[in-house]
């Protein structure tokens, strides 16, 4: 079992349409998640971050997290061309700290 | 503030020879990773280090691989000898703190982009 868990897409929305980013994990001693962006040929870089149950808003992005059902997603409100781009989840657990990524999902907005 | 450095960004060897990759963290973060991506695949932990100790090396191929951070700033990963399955980006990323209290996530450098012919 792979220790974070994507749905590798590819997943198209229109333009200004709800994108909706899935992912789980099965280290349930985990205490921090955190979703990436990475755009074609660049380095990931980091756009939520969430400890808690529920939801947590930055601007058009939301964050939600249930621990109980070791499920994290992001979702990506009027979603913009400029928003596409491969979204790794992270996870953060083990003695060290480290994070753990998912393998990606590819992001296409259609404009 | 400075975002991580890392050189070069790209990379082209025959396998079988070495390479050296160097990363240069944010000022003030203690901990430093180097992590492998292989095309079309998430971002894999080689090596942790907190200062200039290694916290976590259990997925880093010792037998060709290593990396120092000698005096607990820049570090230095090596690939000797390369070989076809190393084409990937390292990618070289640092955090406030890695172990016991702290939530933060990872800052990541532009990377080193491999290819091993």
């Known amino acids: 079992q792979k220790e974070v868990e994507q749905n590798s897409g590819p997943l198209s929305v229109p333009e200004g349409a709800i994108a909706s980013l899935n992912c789980t994990y099965s280290?349930?001693?985990?205490?921090?998640f955190f979703w990436y962006r990475q755009y074609s040929g660049k380095s990931p870089e980091l756009i939520m971050s969430?400890?808690?149950?529920g939801d947590k808003e930055d601007g058009r992005f939301t964050a939600q997290l249930n621990k109980a059902s070791q499920y994290v997603s992001l979702l990506i409100r009027d979603s913009q061309p400029s928003d596409s781009a491969t979204y790794l989840c992270a996870v953060r657990g083990g003695s060290a700290r480290q994070l753990t990524f998912g393998s990606g999902t590819q992001l296409t907005v259609l404009p | 503030e400075a975002g991580v450095a890392q050189s070069p960004r790209y990379k082209i060897i025959e396998k079988r020879q070495s390479v050296a990759f160097w990363c240069n963290p944010i000022s003030g973060h203690a901990t430093l990773y180097w992590y492998q991506q292989i095309l079309g695949q998430g971002p894999k932990l080689l090596i942790q280090?907190?200062?200039?100790?290694?916290?976590?090396d259990s997925q880093l191929p010792k037998d060709r691989f290593s990396a120092e951070r000698l005096k607990g700033v820049d570090s230095t990963l090596k690939i000797q000898p390369a070989k076809l399955e190393d084409s990937a980006v390292y990618l070289c990323a640092s955090s406030l703190s890695g172990t016991g209290g702290g939530f933060w996530g990872y800052t990541f450098g532009s990377g080193t982009r491999l290819t091993v012919v």
């Open positions: 969430i400890y808690s149950n």
């Open positions: 280290d349930r001693g985990s205490q921090s």
């Open positions: 280090f907190q200062n200039n100790g290694v916290v976590d």
